[in-house]
């Protein structure tokens, strides 16, 4: 083999390496891997619950007003337990909080299950298990967040957070399109029978964990502990800058809302149709997250985000004007892979900059941003959509996505100009 042959293959295997992604932390950790595939499993069925959820209310009431309300009912629990869970997370044993959590989800979700037996359930009681579904999972996903970093090498980190959304991806493109076939096949009780059961599994996988108490002394759960957390984030402009940005996209770009009267209305279609459009977004993102290896060597993770952002509103305004279902689903999964690309670069960001004592009260104020703006997107869309049509709401809301992140990426100085040095100094400030 010549010198030519040798190096031309070297520079293949090269490339390979930084399209496809990276395992090292599932390698490495066996606790981060008992982590992940708990959270795969249960993924799975809640997003199954993500569809059913929307298409009943709909069904039910042949109002997109209503579906946005059904996501609206959600905010207030979904925020002041998502700080709450932040502070619980920094001064608990992880591992339990996230059994405790999860038990209590499946007893919820078992609720809507049984609701979906009548012929005609009560609104307000689906309404209410959703929001208290909404709070609990505020309560759990500080503490899964907050725990990657303290199970994988600093080195790997945006590796772990890309394999996060790999999964979570794997469940938003299986989830929905099994719960499309479902719904049509065995009906809405069996879609929420079957989330039941994909909690069960993960509890059994978390509770293999080793135990993951406080490393440090910390403020007791409460508002105190929510304060500190809040200050702190004041001094980290470029995080706060993450969440300014995600909020951007979910308000003005989420299009979850509309995807029942778009597949049944412009699009002329079904119960799959339905399912085929909340999966579209995760299969552009599994792509983005499977072909992700190239994000550690990325160091402007800043101008990453503010970039994936601008093309999420792009594409969200093409999808509003598309009535051919093919294009609309290729144009859905061009806004997912910009997301996951979005997602796994806030993360790393959020995760440098923060202490570990910090980072269950930070990661609750993230997910607070990941998880409400949608619902806040949802009721935007609805709302619009009622007043005008579903394709003018998603086109407005996708173009004024792409203007304002221009907007703040020109302003937000200290998130387009951040790099992995600037995660170095934060570790050298934070003694960690």
Not at 62 to 84: E, Y
Not at 107 to 135: E, K, N, Q
Request: hydrophobic content about 55%; overall charge positive.
């Amino acid at each position: 083999m010549t010198t030519t042959d040798s190096q031309d293959r070297t520079q293949r295997r090269s490339l390979r390496q930084r399209l496809v992604i990276d395992i090292t932390p599932l390698r490495e950790s066996p606790d981060f891997r008992r982590l992940w595939t708990g959270h795969a499993v249960a993924i799975l069925g809640t997003q199954m619950t993500r569809v059913a959820v929307p298409y009943q209310v709909y069904v039910l009431t042949d109002s997109t007003l209503m579906v946005g309300l059904a996501s609206l009912a959600q905010l207030i629990p979904l925020m002041v337990c998502s700080l709450l869970g932040g502070s619980v997370a920094d001064a608990v044993d992880r591992r339990r909080l996230l059994v405790a959590t999860e038990s209590m989800l499946a007893v919820v979700v078992g609720g809507l299950a049984l609701l979906a037996l009548l012929d005609r359930p009560p609104i307000w009681a689906i309404f209410v298990l959703v929001a208290v579904s909404a709070g609990l999972s505020a309560l759990e996903s500080p503490a899964r967040s907050a725990a990657v970093a303290g199970l994988v090498r600093r080195e790997v980190l945006p590796s772990a957070f890309a394999l996060n959304q790999t999964l979570t991806q794997v469940g938003a493109i299986v989830g929905p399109a099994v719960a499309g076939v479902i719904i049509a096949g065995l009906g809405l009780s069996s879609t929420y029978a079957l989330n039941v059961a994909t909690f069960l599994v993960s509890i059994a996988v978390l509770s293999r964990m080793r135990p993951m108490p406080p490393a440090h002394a910390v403020t007791k759960p409460g508002i105190r502990s929510v304060i500190e957390g809040l200050t702190y984030l004041r001094s980290k402009p470029a995080v706060l800058g993450c969440f300014l940005a995600d909020l951007n996209a979910m308000f003005f770009g989420m299009p979850r809302a509309l995807f029942p009267a778009i597949a049944l209305g412009q699009l002329g279609g079904d119960a799959v149709t339905v399912g085929l459009l909340h999966a579209a977004p995760g299969a552009g993102a599994l792509i983005g997250a499977l072909t992700s290896g190239w994000v550690v060597a990325v160091t402007r993770q800043g101008r990453a985000v503010i970039v994936s952002i601008t093309v999420w509103g792009l594409a969200i305004a093409g999808f509003g004007l598309s009535h051919w279902l093919p294009l609309t689903l290729a144009l859905l999964m061009v806004a997912g892979a910009a997301d996951v690309v979005s997602a796994v670069f806030r993360q790393t960001v959020l995760q440098l900059s923060v202490p570990d004592h910090l980072r269950g009260r930070l990661s609750s104020v993230h997910i607070g941003v990941v998880t409400g703006g949608p619902l806040l997107g949802d009721a935007r869309a609805g709302a619009t959509a009622s007043l005008t049509s579903p394709a003018f709401a998603m086109v407005s809301g996708g173009l004024a996505c792409a203007v304002i992140m221009a907007f703040l990426g020109w302003r937000l100085t200290a998130l387009r100009r951040w790099t992995l040095a600037d995660a170095e100094i934060d570790r050298r400030e934070n003694g960690s």
